[in-house]
């Protein structure tokens, strides 16, 4: 018995475009952003989902309401980016580097990706008392996604940083993942 994931990442954000690090700022989706969830939708028309959840933040609600239009869609926090802390906003080029230096060690004023890890943790028990044998979608961030990765596949984060889809170019509409 186990509960079907499929994860999609929010489209382009306007702080993606300007090369920033949101974290917990709340930015809303680009043109392109928009684009990509419109696309998106006609990438999984057809498919059926128990349950639709997205961060609580703008890119990922945005997101989520175009690419699952007239589906009901369940806001949640702990499917939030990485608080970046005192670097929520700042240049990539100065955040990506310290990620992962921050696995263990919380960003000053933010949390840690082990913090992600945790919260995560607590989403996927209530999902799987809640949508045993289901399948469920999520909208999100990279964070949860490496936190997914961690949890459900067994890489470690030095695993999940390296193969992610950002660095490899290799997005795709969708990732899969089972909860047991």
């Not at 080029?93 to 995560?120: A, N, W």
């Amino acid at each position: 018995m186990a509960v079907k994931i499929t994860y999609f990442v929010h489209g382009t954000s306007i702080d993606n475009e300007n090369g920033s690090s949101s974290g917990w700022q709340d930015c809303p989706l680009s043109k392109l952003g928009t684009k990509q969830a419109r696309d998106l939708r006609e990438r999984i028309d057809g498919k059926k989902f128990d349950a639709v959840f997205c961060s609580d933040l703008k890119r990922a609600k945005q997101t989520a309401a175009i690419a699952f239009e007239g589906e009901k869609i369940i806001p949640e926090k702990r499917l939030r980016e990485c608080n970046y802390g005192d670097y929520n906003g700042s240049p990539e080029s100065l955040v990506e580097p310290m990620c992962k230096k921050h696995v263990t060690q919380i960003f000053p004023g933010g949390e840690s990706y082990e913090d992600v890890k945790s919260r995560l943790q607590e989403f996927l028990i209530e999902l799987k008392r809640s949508y045993d044998e289901k399948h469920v979608a999520i909208v999100a961030h990279k964070a949860p996604q490496l936190a997914l990765d961690v949890l459900l596949k067994g890489k470690t984060w030095e695993q999940a940083f390296a193969e992610d889809w950002r660095k490899t170019k290799s997005w795709q509409p969708g990732w899969e993942y089972e909860l047991k």
